[in-house]
């Protein structure tokens, strides 16, 4: 039985860590015990222009791709960060891509299990659909995807936008928190989400998209 990505990925940290590639500064210059930053300040582990596979029951699966991979653990809560940004991709039998994920900057808490994802966030799903946006959360715990930012989601025949969205993990079942409109590609046109009258309007209208 396949593993959700989630797991593949909390699983990813240890099997990558081994791939990491540790640069160490160029002939020590001697330095007083002022100049030593303290310990919690520093990661780790450094892994610079790091990739690497995944493989599930013998079958590469995923693909991780950073140009810059911090860990730190004295800090609290123990946390890894990508500044210079992350690429994800999921594989079938095939090694055709099945999904993917990509942002310009990464942060994992790693008690939490949580993700944060920030700058020209673009993530693919199983169908195809594309999702746009500047900020992305994933809670691996409560296997939960969701924003609050603006975004714009480009579909087989229309294009979504809104603010605010919330998914499963898979990013197949997705609520927009407030919809702006549903922008037809071709001639079929989808419904556009209802607008009730402003005073009798008791929350945001959402748009739900499930089993697509």
């Not at 300040?41 to 079958?59: E, N």
């Not at 950073?66 to 800090?75: A, G, H, M, P, R």
């Not at 690429?87 to 808490?109: G, I, P, R």
């Not at 594309?130 to 994933?138: A, N």
Request: hydrophobic residues 35%; glycine residues 4%.
């Amino acid at each position: 039985m396949r593993r959700p990505l989630s797991d593949k990925i909390l699983m990813a940290g240890n099997l990558v860590l081994l791939a990491i590639v540790l640069f160490a500064c160029s002939p020590a210059e001697q330095v007083t015990q002022d100049q030593v930053p303290p310990r919690d300040s520093l990661p780790v582990l450094v892994g610079d222009t790091v990739t690497t596979l995944i493989s599930d029951s013998g079958i590469t699966r995923y693909r991780i791709e950073t140009t810059q991979w911090l860990v730190f653990d004295k800090k609290e809560p123990t946390y890894q960060e990508f500044p210079k940004g992350i690429y994800l991709e999921q594989f079938d039998e095939a090694l055709t891509v099945q999904a993917s994920l990509k942002a310009d900057y990464a942060y994992y808490n790693e008690p939490d299990q949580h993700w944060t994802l920030r700058g020209n966030v673009h993530a693919m799903n199983r169908k195809g659909e594309h999702f746009d946006t500047q900020e992305l959360k994933w809670d691996q715990k409560t296997h939960r995807v969701y924003s609050d930012s603006a975004i714009h989601i480009t579909r087989e025949k229309s294009i979504i936008e809104g603010v605010g969205f919330e998914s499963n993990e898979e990013m197949s079942k997705y609520t927009i928190m407030h919809p702006t409109g549903v922008f037809p590609i071709d001639d079929e046109e989808e419904p556009q989400p209802a607008e009730e009258p402003a005073e009798e309007q008791a929350e945001p209208t959402k748009l739900k998209i499930a089993n697509i």
